[in-house]
């Protein structure tokens, strides 16, 4: 017999929210929940996504471009709203990128002279509730082509709809449905029992694999010397 030939299946807010309640015996295996059940563990679905930006994954790196402007050392990050820049760099009118230096809030704000003009080497990126501010230093007296190239971590979309399909790597599908079970039987009276330990369970197991397993293939240990 011959495969599908396809690899997309889906896995809509519906879909993880019920496989959570069924797990909990909330619902039962062929009943679905109720429009409240389903409007209450999609907060939490939203709220348990929310805190796992916190974690770097390689699925979520994206590349943005940011145009310099002549004695400007601010720029706000509007486009991508990133949860966390990983590393910059500048890029010169012939495309060629030397990487930049991240300063610390307190560094940035310790210079003496945030104005002085030159080849921006350093960065600071300010996170505010609402945008991130992208600091540089020094600042281009003059631009032509040049650009800031950012690899940042961006946030997780919000589930609007149960219609909706997670923003999520298909190999996470069941941690995330797990995790959401093991949030939703706390307010469902479930803890203690054998069946919530179990799920317990398998929740944290799958945490750590989404933890571990989208990472670098390789990892480097460099000597530091002072």
Not at 80 to 85: A, I, T
Not at 113 to 122: E, H, I, R
Not at 151 to 156: G, K, V
Request: proline share 4%; hydrophobic share 35%.
């Amino acid at each position: 017999m011959s495969t599908s030939g396809v690899d997309t299946y889906a896995f809509t807010a519906r879909n993880c929210i019920t496989f959570a309640l069924r797990k909990l015996g909330i619902v039962a295996q062929t009943a679905t929940p109720t429009a409240t059940q389903a409007q209450n563990a999609l907060v939490d679905l939203n709220l348990m996504l929310k805190a796992w930006m916190k974690y770097e994954n390689l699925w979520r790196l994206e590349q943005e471009s940011v145009t310099p402007i002549a004695n400007t050392a601010s720029y706000t990050l509007t486009s991508q709203k990133p949860h966390r820049v990983i590393s910059a760099r500048w890029r010169n009118t012939s495309g060629t990128d030397q990487p930049m230096t991240l300063m610390t809030r307190e560094e940035y704000f310790d210079l003496p002279v945030k104005t002085a003009t030159g080849l921006p080497t350093m960065y600071y990126v300010d996170y505010q509730r609402s945008v991130p501010v992208l600091y540089i230093w020094p600042v281009p007296s003059s631009v032509t082509t040049e650009t800031i190239q950012l690899t940042s971590t961006r946030r997780f979309e919000d589930v609007t709809s149960l219609d909706e399909d997670i923003d999520i790597r298909q190999e996470h599908f069941e941690g995330v449905a797990y995790n959401l079970a093991k949030r939703l039987g706390i307010d469902a009276g479930r803890v203690g029992t054998e069946r919530y330990s179990a799920v317990v369970e398998f929740a944290e197991k799958w945490r750590e694999e989404f933890l571990d397993e989208d990472r670098e293939d390789e990892i480097r240990f460099v000597v530091g010397y002072d």
